[in-house]
């Protein structure tokens, strides 16, 4: 019996889409390979040299469709206020009444494909049912691999089950006989909306086939609807990709952590540690669910089972482990196709090919100058596929999180590694976390974009309530449960320009101190902002660090810090009375302590 609330849903979007054909995603091999080979014949997708890329796909997206739009994305609840400072707002009648005009006939000529998936291992209590409906075949094969999808969804969903509504158009209709382009869109960018109706589940996305806008399990659902279900139920969704880390003894712990774009959060995710004995596996590479666990401890899922990674500065030295998951049953967006049937990207080689076709279907050498793969290149790949996948990455009871790292790229101010005094220090560190820009997408590069735990973008209420929640969350089970909070920067550069830490595997050397410090054996020396490792504690066997550096690396800066407060405070007043006291107070402490003669 199929779910009565999803047959009325998908028959008022059918009627209001008008496609020529329905059909239900049953999540099968067969499904997938007969959609791969009718986006080839149709000319949308090239295939890739079969023996050296088995069941490989290129898409060439429209120029104006290569990226989430953060300026046509909104959050409509009920009320302005409760979507917050950061978000787009409006009402959410107004919005849906706007949109309906855009949806009306919008699948002409197209199949409406109805695509149940799960975020999470299927029957996990973390895990929840979305069910996507879409025009877009790059999409449905897309959902394949980054969800969980298909009949056994709706098995687990039931008659009566509940479930988030993502409904998907690409905003192209095709008259009769009117032949399709390769990449449907609507090249309009005030023509799309990536819109979310927290207060009823619901995500609407019009107008663009690319990434996070379509894709809707992805950012809309499992972060910017979850996390309000997790404000409304008592558990957290993140931006933090999560790692398992073992020790040379044998023993582990799972670490989750929130980095801001072009932070690296993939190649840490697969790190290959420098550290003899030393092992890092994958649980995730994007987000993290965590719930409260029948023993106390928070337990975090992974609810994607792929990774849509960003494909240019991948390569063997930067992420061997990406490289290897991508070689098979991988979909690749805007890369460069090679005259051999193959994908490149800028820096995934140190030589490129001599030729091929660039992201927008032209003729490219490297000797142009131009770039051969579009920034923002991307492959679907699944995360079983990764070499270094810990054998419990889909355990349905999650694992149990002992540390959470938040870092940004600064150049300076920010020590390697602090570690929070306690949980409402750490919520601290991680409200004032942030990036120095290099890209000019979202401000002038090197201006620095305060980003609260990664999910500016992301989080699907008011910033000031969402770190409320996170103060809330660390009374849910006993303190000593709680995982400990680590502020950490790769990114710090010396007075002449230099950076001061190798970053990539040596990261590992990080990893080991704040398992040493879980374990309670490792020193560390109080400073205003919080705790730094002790003088000798942070292995750098091996390693050819200048002494001088070392001790730039985890240096207070006082002046800096003191500089930074009034900063903060602006940043801080944007959120108004939603702020918790408990941050505006942490503030001032740090401050009082910055300004005392000694720590
Ligand atoms: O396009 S996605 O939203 O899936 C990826 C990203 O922008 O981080
Ligand atoms: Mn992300």
Redesign the pocket.
């Known amino acids: 019996m199929i779910n009565k609330k999803l047959a009325a849903w998908v028959e008022e979007m059918r009627a209001l889409c008008t496609p020529d054909r329905v059909h239900w995603c049953d999540g099968s091999k067969a499904e997938y390979d007969r959609l791969a080979d009718e986006t080839v014949a149709v000319g949308a997708a090239n295939r890739l040299d079969p023996e050296r890329w088995p069941h490989c796909l290129l898409f060439r997206s429209d120029p104006s469709d290569v990226?989430?739009v953060e300026e046509r994305t909104f959050i409509c609840s009920k009320t302005r206020e409760d979507a917050g400072p950061s978000n787009n707002w409006m009402d959410p009648d107004e919005m849906k009444t706007l949109m309906r005009k855009s949806y009306r006939g919008c699948m002409k000529g197209r199949t409406l494909y109805v695509i149940p998936y799960s975020m999470g291992p299927i029957g996990s209590p973390i895990a929840n049912i979305g069910v996507e409906i879409t025009d877009s075949p790059y999409v449905v094969v897309n959902m394949h691999v980054m969800t969980r999808v298909g009949t056994k969804v709706l098995e687990a969903l039931g008659e009566d089950g509940e479930f988030v509504r993502a409904m998907h158009s690409v905003g192209a209709p095709l008259a009769p006989g009117q032949k399709d382009s390769s990449w449907p869109c609507n090249p309009d960018i005030q023509q799309k909306f990536i819109t979310h109706f927290p207060d009823t589940r619901e995500i609407w996305s019009y107008g663009s086939g690319y990434?996070?806008n379509a894709?809707l399990g992805?950012?809309c659902h499992a972060l910017r609807i979850a996390s309000v279900q997790a404000r409304d139920e008592g558990w957290l969704a993140e931006h933090m990709l999560i790692i398992k880390l073992t020790n040379p003894a044998g023993k582990s712990i799972y670490v989750a952590a929130a980095f801001p774009?072009q932070c690296g959060k993939t190649n840490f995710a697969m790190m290959e540690p420098t550290l003899p004995g030393w092992k890092v596996e994958t649980i995730g590479d994007d987000i993290c669910w965590m719930k409260p666990g029948p023993d106390g401890r928070w337990r975090a899922i992974n609810p994607e089972a792929g990774f849509?990674g960003v494909a240019p500065g991948t390569s063997m030295k930067s992420n061997p482990n990406a490289v290897r998951t991508v070689q098979r049953n991988t979909i690749f967006t805007n890369c460069v196709l090679t005259p051999d049937q193959g994908v490149w990207w800028e820096d995934m080689t140190d030589a490129p090919p001599s030729k091929g076709v660039d992201w927008q279907g032209n003729e490219w050498t490297p000797a142009s100058g131009k770039k051969g793969a579009h920034p923002n290149a991307r492959f679907t790949a699944p995360a079983s596929q990764c070499p270094v996948i810990a054998p419990e990455w889909e355990d349905p009871a999650g694992v149990p999180i002992s540390a959470i790292l938040f870092g940004g790229r600064r150049a300076s101010v920010v020590p390697l590694v602090t570690e929070a005094f306690n949980w409402q220090h750490g919520i601290f560190l991680g409200s004032i976390m942030g990036s120095e820009m290099t890209a000019a997408a979202f401000g002038t590069v090197g201006t620095l974009r305060r980003d609260p735990m990664a999910m500016l973008p992301f989080c699907g209420y008011h910033m000031g309530d969402y770190l409320a929640h996170w103060l809330r969350a660390g009374q849910m089970t006993s303190p000593d449960k709680l995982p400990r909070f680590y502020y950490v920067n790769w990114f710090r550069k010396s007075a002449d320009g230099k950076w001061l830490w190798p970053g990539f595997g040596e990261n590992s050397r990080v990893l080991k101190w704040i398992f040493e410090r879980l374990e309670g054996r490792s020193e560390a020396t109080r400073t205003p902002i919080g705790q730094v490792p002790a003088a000798g504690t942070l292995d750098l066997s091996g390693l050819d660090l200048d002494p001088e550096n070392q001790t730039e690396l985890l240096s207070v800066d006082r002046a800096a810090w003191l500089a930074e407060i009034a900063d903060i405070r602006r940043y801080y007043a944007k959120f108004g009375g939603h702020l918790p006291r408990e941050l505006a107070e942490e503030l001032d402490a740090m401050e009082r302590r910055l300004k005392e003669k000694s720590p």
């Open positions: 990226a989430r990434g996070g894709l992805k950012k774009s849509f």
